[in-house]
């Protein structure tokens, strides 16, 4: 059974730092690239990261500074560190196993999501 499960999420105040954990199973990590994805009510969901399973990584420009994406390997576990947070990080921020073809990613697998909130 293929499970991604979040961890990390939580309330932190602006400037502060949060880090995000998704544990995966081991056919799903070892196979696909791995992405973090953000959606706010009312909003479509949105790409933060992803990392390869070569550790390449690309960043949506509006994290692009703030947030790394890095996977491990021997636990199957993707992270995302965020720091110097800002309220408009605000959102569920969901773990996703994904395919990237001619630089579209597409997510085949989902977590459950974890909530970020960040207060001014």
């Known amino acids: 059974q293929v499970q991604l499960v979040e961890s990390g999420g939580g309330l932190v105040q602006a400037g502060g730092s949060l880090r995000l954990s998704c544990a995966a199973s081991?056919?799903?990590?070892?196979?696909?690239?791995m992405a973090w994805y953000r959606q706010v009510p009312g909003k479509q969901r949105d790409l933060v990261a992803h990392?390869?399973?070569?550790?390449?990584?690309k960043y949506a420009d509006s994290v692009q500074g703030r947030f790394t994406i890095s996977r491990d390997n021997a636990k199957n576990t993707v992270y995302l560190q965020m720091n110097s947070l800002k309220p408009e990080d605000t959102a569920v921020y969901y773990c996703?196993?994904?395919?990237?073809?001619?630089?579209?990613?597409?997510?085949?697998?989902w977590g459950q999501g974890t909530q970020v909130t960040v207060s001014s």
């Open positions: 990392i390869t399973i070569g550790d390449s990584t």
């Open positions: 996703a196993a994904v395919r990237i073809t001619f630089g579209i990613t597409t997510s085949d697998y």
């Open positions: 081991r056919s799903i990590f070892s196979t696909y690239a």
